[in-house]
């Protein structure tokens, strides 16, 4: 496509939109001064891709593309807490790709996820959030817990399972308050 055409539909479609573009940024996006960088990335993203051929429609185009953005930047990011993505989940612009209903679907399973883990013990919690939200190595979590990696393996094993419980059946509420106490025992509280 020549440039003219193309510069002529950014002016036309695109910059129209960039306060609602700068609007859904500060809202799913934590860092305020990483914006402007962002919104140029989304700019050359949908640059390189119109160059292609036209979008029929531009908003889902220029949103679809900044939400794949963030998506990406998410990803890179060593830690992903459940905050960012309910956050984020709960303004995506509705691009024709995900409908309300899933979206509604996906924001409980998060809250019902969050909830479940508030119910583990304190160090079980800790080391199920160290290893299976934040990423960390088996070995890792035992080094900077000061415990041994077969703790750490046992502790996420009766995480995940008292989490599935919560999650999924109704002996999780039995095993979960079990496990607080056994926990707080261990403590001398």
């Known amino acids: 496509m020549p440039g003219t055409d193309l510069d002529a539909w950014f002016v036309r479609e695109v910059l129209p939109m960039e306060a609602a ?3 859904y940024l500060r809202r799913n996006w934590r860092n305020p001064s990483d914006i402007a960088d962002l919104r140029q990335e989304i700019y050359v993203r949908a640059c390189e891709a119109a160059a292609q051929a036209l979008p029929r429609q531009t908003r889902p185009f220029l949103f679809c593309i900044a939400r794949n953005l963030l998506i990406d930047k998410v990803r890179r990011a060593a ?3 459940f905050d960012d993505i309910a956050d984020f989940e709960g303004s995506l612009v509705n691009t024709g790709e995900t409908s ?4 509604v679907i996906a924001r409980e399973e998060i809250r019902r996820l969050r909830a479940a883990l508030d119910r583990l ?6 080391i199920v959030t160290m290893r299976k939200v934040e990423g960390i190595s088996q070995r890792e979590v035992a080094s900077r817990l000061g415990i041994a990696q077969g703790t ?10 008292t989490l599935a419980d919560l ?3 109704e002996r999780g509420e039995t095993e979960a308050r ?3 106490r056994n926990s707080r025992e261990k403590d001398g509280a």
């Open 21 to 23: 573009l700068m609007d």
């Open 100 to 103: 309300p209903e899933r979206i």
């Open 152 to 161: 750490v393996e046992k502790q996420v094993a009766k995480g995940m399972r």
């Open 121 to 126: 013990p304190p160090r079980c919690r800790e």
């Open 79 to 81: 830690i992903v807490s």
């Open 178 to 180: 079990e496990a607080g």
């Open 167 to 169: 999650l999924f059946g």
